[in-house]
């Protein structure tokens, strides 16, 4: 087998990567034994029994060959496919808990049955998530007559699904969900009062397998999942404080620094600022709040786009996914920031409800007994991956040698030259009829570049934010001969590209034209998502060709301080054809390592606040389950309010209310930690301004949380204890108390801000 690493192995060290690959690749010949051996269908039938029943521990090399050659014969009977070696490869690493980097086109969701074979056969459940839920369903309908074969129960997990068809999904022995759904059922499993309303199994007692994993476990990473409650209440300040905001000037009264994603008042702006409200000193304790409303009012003034950052549709705002261009669908900004952009479009103000519960993706895949990923551009992340979850990433050489053409970036001293280029080869590559995938960095982006194509006579398909549904059957579609598709970054992740929509013919045409060609017109922050559009092309070996299109005016190059490092003959000048200076694509390099390096610091930091409140998290679960599996009584009446649990026992006998101190027990932890989030978030959305006084923010943040959540369990207590007060008189004792605390269901998710304020007053 030939290693090929190509460019993305970044700073992974080859020799090692080589090495265990070798490891891996001196058990191929010995599959391949095994295949020869079982290819009868009774000898297969009689190893499929032999593995699954067999006292043999599964960690052993000899049946995890011997699992590879059955898995291979079974794929190859139901589904029609050989398995490559690197998929094998692939597999038997992840199982061994590898990140694997393995490039878009060679088969990652077949790569993915072994590892979830050899963990069923353990006695395991597996969960594999998948990027959105249209792949969670293809997966499951494509691999699952695999796993029937095997004697398995497959099932996919779907938004729409009641409670007892999610709990009949979850018990089986393979799911494939995407991590929002998987940690939404967490959350709604967090708030049940019986063991028998669960829908999940305990997570702990089972293996991850992640696709798209740089996008689930980093980009998506830091993104809550919030179970809440509806409320009436609203941010009375929001449309206040809007009317202040739009009277100060940006540069004199308040200033940005749109790297960080940063606004702060300057002193005539405080003062203009505390002169309108009326309030004395803005930074005096009792404005605390006032000062968070307004610093959010300026910061979507300021540094919020529409049909960029977000979209209004329906009278709703519609958050965009920075990673994959996407409308975030039941996403929403941190409370007041939310209530900020409302206010900025005219919206009604939503309820920010009552949270119950967050968890993050982070913390969510933690929670399992073993992770492994795998992703076309896990290289490159490789660091970071180690640092949070301890993976090593492991390389696949391709099944073909990539003939993708990755051509140098073309840099333009403005964007006016840079878009006549790209609409100038788009037009001459169209004439020709050559595929192109054009890749564009927002709806707004999207939208006008369409535009300009139809004007030009040139009909394109537009998968972008408001489209989202469609983008799968549009994608596919990509590499037919002539095709103009123009997408917001990874729209349609996970979707294979075949040339010539999978006509043989066609697809020949294709071919001879060069494949299928990528435009980037902007490069991301990060360059895994430019790599990822790459990857579109060239899959399996096909020919592809890929370039990404630069302007001196883009907005990161000018977050980030290009014009500090451009060489003197750049600077102020502006022409049509593309710069030629080998200095400039060493400087855009460097622009998107600094920015990826302040994203990772960023998500560093917010981790410290988000692991402390996941130990808290984990240990009010962990005393909730006590109660909810009845392995402790809460014994909280009998010592605190002995007369009146006298009386309930004589009138309600023993396990009525005892019952019912279970279910008050659990409704009250439910509350309290419900009121200790609120707290949470209060104190988070000002913790930035304690650098202002020279205080650590994360020493204070620590030390609010450690005395509030000091105090959480005698609230319980307390709060137990009212609600036998509460219910004294009542007919039955258990009704009363579920009619008390009842807890409402409504989900949704919103979107914590990495860059919120950094640079004034940085969390650390």
Same mark, same amino acid.
């Given at each position: ?64 060959? &011997? ?5 291979? +014969? *079974? @794929?190859? #009977?139901?589904?029609? !496919?050989? $398995? ?116 999940? &199994? ?5 293996? +991850? *397998? @992640?696709? #798209?994993?740089?996008? !689930?476990? $980093? ?546």
């Amino acid at each position: 087998m030939r290693y090929r690493l190509g460019k993305a192995a970044g700073g992974l060290n080859r020799l090692l990567n080589a090495r265990r690959l070798r490891a891996y690749e001196r058990r191929l010949s010995r599959i391949r034994s095994f295949k020869a051996l079982y290819s009868s269908a009774p000898l297969l039938n009689e190893q499929i029994k032999i593995l699954r029943w067999s006292a043999e521990d599964v960690r052993t090399v000899e049946k995890q060959v &011997r699992a590879a050659a059955v898995l291979s +014969l *079974i @794929v190859q #009977e139901e589904l029609d !496919i050989n $398995l490559y070696d690197e998929q094998l490869i692939a597999g038997m690493a992840m199982h061994e808990g590898y990140m694997i980097d393995m490039k878009t086109g060679e088969g990652k969701t077949l790569a993915a049955l072994l590892p979830a074979f050899l963990s069923v056969l353990e006695g395991k459940q597996v969960h594999i998530y998948t990027f959105n839920e249209y792949l969670a369903e293809r997966d499951c309908m494509w691999c699952g007559p695999v796993f029937n074969r095997l004697g398995f129960r497959v099932s996919g997990i779907k938004e729409c699904m009641n409670k007892s068809e999610k709990r009949e999904a979850y018990a089986a022995d393979v799911v494939y969900v995407t991590a929002r759904q998987a940690g939404y059922d967490w959350l709604n499993d967090s708030l049940v009062y019986e063991p028998e309303d669960l829908v999940q &199994r305990p997570l702990e007692l089972h293996d +991850l *397998i @992640v696709d #798209e994993a740089d996008g !689930i476990l $980093l980009d998506e990473a830091r993104v809550p999942m919030v179970i809440a409650g509806e409320s009436s209440e609203v941010d009375s300040n929001a449309y206040r404080v809007r009317d202040i905001a739009v009277h100060l000037q940006n540069g004199a009264d308040y200033q940005t620094d749109e790297a960080r994603r940063n606004v702060f008042l300057t002193d005539e702006g405080c003062a203009k600022a505390e002169a309108m409200l009326k309030c004395g000193n803005l930074y005096e304790l009792r404005n605390a709040d006032l000062l968070a409303d307004l610093h959010s009012a300026l910061h979507v003034e300021a540094l919020l786009v529409k049909d960029i950052d977000y979209i209004v549709c329906d009278g709703k705002l519609v958050l965009i996914d920075e990673f994959t261009g996407r409308a975030a669908e039941n996403r929403q900004l941190p409370d007041s920031l939310q209530s900020a952009l409302e206010a900025k479009e005219g919206l009604k103000n939503r309820s920010t409800g009552i949270i119950w519960g967050t968890l993050t993706a982070e913390h969510l895949v933690k929670r399992y007994a073993k992770l492994a990923g795998m992703s076309g551009t896990a290289a490159l992340a490789a660091d970071e991956l180690k640092d949070i979850y301890g993976l090593e990433t492991l390389i696949i050489p391709t099944h073909s040698v990539c003939r993708r053409v990755d051509e140098p970036h073309l840099i333009f001293s403005h964007k006016e030259a840079k878009f006549r280029a790209i609409m100038t080869d788009i037009s001459d590559l169209h004439r020709l009829g050559k595929p192109l995938l054009i890749g564009t960095s927002s709806v707004e982006a999207s939208e006008r570049l369409a535009a300009d194509l139809e004007a030009a006579g040139i009909r394109s398909s537009v998968i972008n934010a408001r489209h989202d549904k469609e983008e799968a059957a549009l994608l596919s579609k990509a590499g037919r001969l002539g095709a103009v598709t123009v997408a917001t970054h990874m729209a349609g992740r996970g979707v294979d590209i075949h040339l010539g929509g999978g006509d043989p013919l066609e697809a020949e045409q294709v071919r001879l034209l060069g494949g299928l060609h990528v435009i980037g017109t902007e490069l991301h922050d990060s360059q895994r998502i430019d790599w990822q559009l790459r990857g579109r092309a060239g899959r399996q070996g096909e020919p592809g060709y890929s370039r990404y299109y630069v302007s001196l005016e883009d907005s990161l190059l000018l977050r980030y301080g290009l014009q500090e490092s451009l060489p003197a003959s750049c600077k102020d000048l502006r022409q049509e054809a593309p710069l030629n200076d080998n200095k400039l694509g060493r400087i855009v390099d460097h622009i998107q390592r600094v920015a990826e390096g302040q994203h990772h610091e960023t998500r560093k930091t917010l981790a410290k606040y988000a692991d402390l409140l996941e130990q808290y998290c984990r240990e009010i679960r962990a005393k909730r389950d006590r109660f909810l599996y009845r392995v402790v009584q809460p014994n909280i009446w009998v010592n605190t309010l002995p007369e009146l649990f006298a009386e309930a026992l004589n009138r309600f006998g023993d396990e009525t209310t005892r019952e019912a101190e279970r279910y008050a027990m659990l409704a009250c932890i439910d509350r309290c930690w419900a009121d200790f989030l609120a707290y949470a978030a209060y104190v988070k959305e000002g913790i930035h301004l304690e650098s202002i006084g020279g205080r650590n923010p994360l020493e204070e943040y620590t030390r609010l949380m450690s005395d509030a959540y000091a105090s959480v369990d005698d609230k319980i207590k307390a709060a137990v204890g009212q609600t036998l007060h509460n219910n004294k008189n009542v007919e039955s004792l258990l009704d009363g108390i579920k009619q008390e605390v009842r807890v409402p269901s409504a989900t949704w998710t919103y979107l914590i801000n990495d860059q919120f304020f950094p640079e004034r007053v940085s969390l650390i």
